[in-house]
């Protein structure tokens, strides 16, 4: 069980009185000290105490609470709240049971994005890597409810709605909340995208908590980013507040025009080139919100003047790449280099590089095979459909395998190769090998299950896969990954260097 008060109040943020007004348990130097401090409007929020009490023929049914005291008090007698306060709520009948003013012109601040899933097909820990790999990042608080999930998006500050310019922030808000919902219905099997983004949701509890970690809140700016990235993606525009300052957009300063210019760049090894520079320029675009095809037009546009120009399918590569999200912008160091080997000379200031990548990839080779993304997908499907959270690897034989698939052997050889999703190992020779591969999705479900024979299936098989030395950088990158998590939440860990351990 978990307790909720402190996701309650990560989640209120301040937008409600820390005290009752009457009636208050709360010492009197607190409530001196509390009523000193309190500087800012402080708004109400609905409590309901069942889901039937949502869409009764009068309305919702429920009650008013302005205190945080109140509502963690209450926690264990109500199904429902609304997590982003409003002005003021109240009551539209005179014996005070039914509540009015919870529409969204009367937000006072937007806490958090919920997304709503209704089915229990997937577990809550492959909700987490869809939300980590497709949408915004890993969510700040996962409920589960009788039929599904509830995914919450925390905000680190609120945003604070007004009716200016005709309630714009309210509009991007929504459109960001829209975004998240879809980027998560590609992946995931359940997810209401109509439903209201800033309604009632399940009130979080000691039962219905399946994770959570304060450490995974999201700045408003990074989330308008990349909402206008998913939006080039599907060639629409955004209410977008506008920058205070064009400075903090990389792509308007000094080096990034210096490196635009630039038409004599090639490569070769041991050389920053070609790759290097366009994935540097593809990052800046990146951490400067711009969409993907935006990005893409502009690289197309500047391999085409290079006196060594790329393939088109290499610059379409190199944006996928960048905008993957791993890294968070260009690296001051490499920006450097690469205005040292390819510059003019110049002396230009590296003006709010973001910070994030340190390390460049090598250069690629024309290849003449395509579709690895595809058999990629492909592949990860078809373990996901083999394997368990019980038996995490699937042994079969390498020919089995690709006709399962539909791969051809040595394209399957390449496509081992190149992956960071999929591990292998091998066993045996001639008649006798054997194949047993699985995914890094599936062992971190087995590493953030709650039930420990998942947790020793997931070190069994890492302790597997380990001895396979083609898996060894994918296996240290989940290693990481699995500590990271389970320090931001899991209370009994199991440390992945460990794994040999009983």
């Not at 379409?316 to 790449?321: A, D, L, T, Y």
């Amino acid at each position: 069980m978990q307790s909720p008060k402190k996701a309650i109040e990560l989640i209120i943020n301040n937008g409600i009185l820390k005290y009752k007004r009457v009636g208050s348990l709360a010492s009197l130097p607190h409530l001196y000290k509390e009523n000193k401090s309190v500087t800012s409007k402080k708004g109400a929020i609905g409590l309901v105490t069942s889901k039937e009490d949502l869409s009764t023929p009068s309305g919702v049914k429920g009650y008013v609470v302005t205190s945080l005291e109140t509502l963690l008090e209450d926690v264990s007698l109500v199904s429902h709240w609304n997590p982003n306060v409003f002005n003021y709520i109240r009551y539209s009948d005179e014996k005070r049971r039914f509540l009015k003013g919870h529409e969204e012109k009367n937000l006072q601040q937007i806490n958090t994005f919920v997304v709503d899933i209704d089915t229990k097909k997937q577990l809550y820990t492959e909700i987490l890597t869809a939300a980590l790999d497709h949408s915004v990042g890993v969510p700040t608080l996962v409920l589960e409810t009788p039929k599904g999930f509830q995914v919450y998006f925390v905000l680190e500050k609120p945003l604070f709605i007004s009716n200016q310019n005709d309630f714009r922030g309210l509009k991007v808000a929504k459109r960001i909340s829209e975004n998240i919902k879809q980027s998560l219905a590609k992946v995931l099997q359940g997810v209401d995208v109509s439903c209201n983004d800033f309604g009632f949701f399940r009130m979080p509890n000691e039962d219905n908590i399946r994770w959570f970690s304060e450490e995974m809140v999201y700045d408003f700016g990074s989330l308008i980013a990349w909402s206008k990235r998913q939006d080039d993606d599907k060639g629409r525009g955004l209410f977008v507040v506008a920058d205070e300052s064009s400075e903090h957009d990389p792509t308007q300063t000094a080096w990034f025009q210096e490196l635009l210019k630039t038409r004599h760049v090639k490569g070769q090894s041991g050389q920053f080139g070609r790759d290097n520079l366009m994935f540097t320029l593809a990052l800046a675009c990146y951490s400067a919100g711009k969409g993907k095809g935006e990005t893409l037009d502009l690289l197309d546009e500047y391999n085409s003047g290079l006196v060594a120009p790329l393939r088109h399918s290499e610059v379409e590569k190199i944006v996928r790449s960048a905008y993957k999200g791993r890294f968070k912008g260009a690296h001051q160091d490499y920006i450097q280099e690469l205005l040292n080997e390819w510059g003019n000379n110049k002396e230009i200031v590296i003006e709010n590089p973001m910070g994030g990548w340190y390390k460049f990839k090598k250069e690629r080779k024309d290849r003449k095979r395509s579709h690895y993304d595809e058999w990629e997908e492909d592949l990860l499907q078809f373990i996901q459909e083999k394997t368990s959270l019980d038996q995490p690897i699937n042994w079969t034989t390498q020919r089995e395998l690709c006709e399962a698939v539909g791969i051809p052997r040595s394209s399957f050889n390449v496509l081992i190769q190149q992956s960071k999703k999929i591990l292998i190992k091998r066993i045996g020779q001639g008649r006798t090998a054997k194949t047993g591969i699985t995914s890094v999705a599936v062992l971190l479900q087995c590493a953030l299950s709650y039930q420990q024979t998942h947790r020793v299936r997931y070190k069994e098989a890492l302790q597997v896969m380990t001895s396979e030395r083609l898996n060894e950088r994918i296996v240290q990158d989940l290693i990481e990954d699995v500590e990271w998590f389970l320090e931001k939440r899991l209370s009994e860990p199991i440390i992945g260097k460990n794994f040999n351990s009983s």
